[in-house]
Nanobody, 117 residues
């Protein structure tokens, strides 16, 4: 099974920026969707942003205009550029990938993002 490894998390002040990366341990073929989900303290896991193979993107309302998701299709590396960060953005950000046939449906371990003054 392909592993997804997230990186780029850390502590940042409100209004700051952070860039997350998700790199697979091996080749992934026939990607249907790759996305970022957040698990905030005491809350359920929620979709933050995702990108489909046709480059269509979707964002949670609370990150629209602040976050940008992108994917390097040659390497299947997923990125999340996070700007104008708010304390409410704090949480563990997990990378996810699913192929068209559903044979691969994988989650990373997550990277902690803490926004605090």
């Amino acid at each position: 099974q392909v592993q997804l490894v997230e990186s780029g998390g850390g502590v940042v002040h409100p209004g700051g920026s952070q860039r997350l990366s998700c790199a697979p341990s091996g080749s992934i073929f026939n990607v249907y969707v790759m996305g970022w989900h957040r698990q905030a303290p005491g809350k359920q896991r929620e979709l933050v942003a995702r990108t489909f193979n046709d480059d269509r993107t979707e964002y949670a309302d609370y990150v629209k205009g602040r976050f940008t998701i992108s994917r390097d299709k040659t390497k299947n590396i997923l990125y999340l550029q996070m700007n104008s960060l708010k304390p409410e953005d704090t949480g563990v950000y997990l990378c996810h990938v699913r192929t068209w046939d559903g044979r691969l449906d994988s989650w990373g371990q997550g990277t902690q993002v803490t926004v605090s003054s």
